[in-house]
C-alpha cells in the first residue's frame, strides 16, 4: 500500500513540531506572558483575530500594499532587466543605481519616506526600493544565460522575433523571473510591515503590532507575526503554482514544435 506521507511531508512537519516544542519550553522557562505566551494561547489569539470584525481591513490593506509594491516592482525590473540584459553600455551604466539601491538600509530609507510620503505610501515605497534589485538582477542574468550563438543563428536564418521572444529568451528568463520574484515576496513583506510599523497608516498589520506592543500584549504581537508569515506563505506558493504552470506551457510548446 502506498504510503501517503511522504519524506518531505515527514521532514516538515517534523521541523514544525520541532519548533512548537522549542517554544513551548521557552515559554516554560519563562513563565511569563509578558516575555513569551505559550504556544496554545497564541493560537487562540491567531483564531480569534480571524474572527475580528477589522482583521479584513487590516490584513487587507497590508495585502494591497504588497500587491501594489510587487507590480510597479515587477513592471521596473523586468522593463531594466532586459535593457540591462541586452545593452552592455546600459549594463554599466545602470550597476551603481542597482548597487546603491541593494546596499541603502532600509531603516534609513523609511526614515526619509516618513518625510517625503503620506504614511499609506511609505510602506508601498519601502516595498519597491526592496523589491525591484531582486527582480531586476534576476532578468538581467537570465537574459545574459542565453546562447549567443542561438541569438546568432536565429537571426542567421531570418527567426521572426515572436518566435525568438517566446522560444529562445522567454523560456530562458522564467525561471529567472520566478526565482526573482519569490525572493522578492518574501523580503518584501518585511519591509512593508517594517514600513508599517514605523509610518503607522490607519490600517496595517505594521500599525496593529505596535500598537499591541506598546500596550505589552505579546501573544497579539506573535500572532500577527505568524499570519503576516502566512500571507507571505500563501504568495510564495502562488509564485510556485504560476511556475508550474510555465513549466507546464513550455513543455506542451516543445512538443507541438517537434
Given at each position: 500500500?502506498?504510503?501517503?506521507?511522504?519524506?518531505?511531508?515527514?521532514?516538515?512537519?517534523?521541523s514544525?513540531?520541532?519548533?512548537?516544542?522549542?517554544?513551548?519550553?521557552l515559554?516554560?522557562?519563562?513563565?511569563?506572558?509578558?516575555?513569551?505566551p505559550?504556544p496554545?494561547?497564541?493560537?487562540?489569539?491567531?483564531?480569534?483575530?480571524f474572527?475580528?470584525?477589522?482583521?479584513?481591513?487590516?490584513?487587507g490593506?497590508?495585502?494591497a500594499r504588497?500587491?501594489?509594491?510587487?507590480?510597479?516592482?515587477f513592471?521596473?525590473?523586468?522593463?531594466?532587466?532586459?535593457?540591462?540584459?541586452?545593452?552592455?553600455?546600459?549594463?554599466?551604466?545602470?550597476?551603481?543605481?542597482?548597487?546603491?539601491?541593494?546596499?541603502?538600509?532600509?531603516?534609513?530609507?523609511?526614515?526619509?519616506?516618513?518625510?517625503?510620503?503620506?504614511?499609506?505610501?511609505?510602506?508601498?515605497?519601502?516595498?519597491?526600493?526592496?523589491?525591484?534589485?531582486?527582480?531586476?538582477?534576476?532578468?538581467?542574468?537570465?537574459?545574459?544565460?542565453?546562447?549567443?550563438?542561438?541569438?546568432?543563428?536565429a537571426?542567421?536564418?531570418?527567426?521572426?522575433?515572436?518566435?525568438?521572444?517566446?522560444e529562445?529568451?522567454?523560456?530562458a528568463?522564467?525561471p529567472?523571473?520566478?526565482?526573482?520574484?519569490?525572493s522578492?515576496?518574501?523580503?518584501?513583506?518585511?519591509?512593508?510591515?517594517?514600513?508599517?510599523?514605523?509610518?503607522?497608516?490607519?490600517?496595517?498589520?505594521?500599525?496593529?503590532?505596535?500598537?499591541?506592543?506598546?500596550?505589552?500584549?505579546?501573544?497579539?504581537?506573535?500572532?500577527?507575526?505568524?499570519?503576516?508569515?502566512?500571507?507571505?506563505?500563501?504568495?510564495?506558493?502562488?509564485?510556485?503554482?504560476?511556475?508550474?504552470?510555465?513549466?507546464?506551457?513550455?513543455?506542451?510548446?516543445?512538443?507541438?514544435?517537434?
Amino acid at each position: 500500500m502506498k504510503s501517503f506521507i511522504t519524506k518531505k511531508t515527514f521532514l516538515g512537519l517534523a521541523s514544525v513540531v520541532t519548533m512548537l516544542l522549542i517554544w513551548e519550553v521557552l515559554a516554560l522557562y519563562f513563565n511569563s506572558d509578558f516575555i513569551l505566551p505559550t504556544p496554545v494561547k497564541t493560537l487562540t489569539t491567531v483564531l480569534r483575530l480571524f474572527t475580528d470584525p477589522g482583521f479584513i481591513s487590516i490584513a487587507g490593506t497590508t495585502i494591497a500594499r504588497g500587491i501594489i509594491g510587487f507590480i510597479i516592482s515587477f513592471i521596473a525590473g523586468l522593463l531594466f532587466g532586459v535593457l540591462a540584459g541586452t545593452s552592455r553600455n546600459f549594463n554599466i551604466f545602470f550597476r551603481p543605481f542597482l548597487v546603491t539601491i541593494r546596499s541603502v538600509p532600509v531603516i534609513a530609507v523609511t526614515l526619509l519616506a516618513l518625510i517625503w510620503f503620506n504614511p499609506g505610501s511609505v510602506p508601498v515605497f519601502i516595498a519597491i526600493l526592496t523589491m525591484f534589485p531582486f527582480i531586476c538582477t534576476n532578468v538581467t542574468d537570465g537574459i545574459r544565460s542565453v546562447d549567443p550563438d542561438l541569438i546568432a543563428m536565429a537571426s542567421f536564418y531570418k527567426v521572426s522575433r515572436r518566435r525568438l521572444l517566446t522560444e529562445v529568451y522567454l523560456p530562458a528568463i522564467v525561471p529567472f523571473i520566478i526565482s526573482g520574484a519569490s525572493s522578492a515576496m518574501g523580503i518584501g513583506w518585511r519591509a512593508i510591515i517594517i514600513g508599517e510599523v514605523l509610518s503607522q497608516p490607519r490600517y496595517g498589520i505594521g500599525t496593529i503590532m505596535q500598537a499591541e506592543q506598546t500596550f505589552l500584549n505579546i501573544d497579539a504581537v506573535i500572532a500577527w507575526t505568524i499570519i503576516a508569515v502566512l500571507i507571505s506563505y500563501a504568495f510564495e506558493k502562488l509564485i510556485r503554482w504560476y511556475e508550474h504552470r510555465i513549466v507546464i506551457w513550455r513543455d506542451r510548446n516543445d512538443s507541438e514544435n517537434q
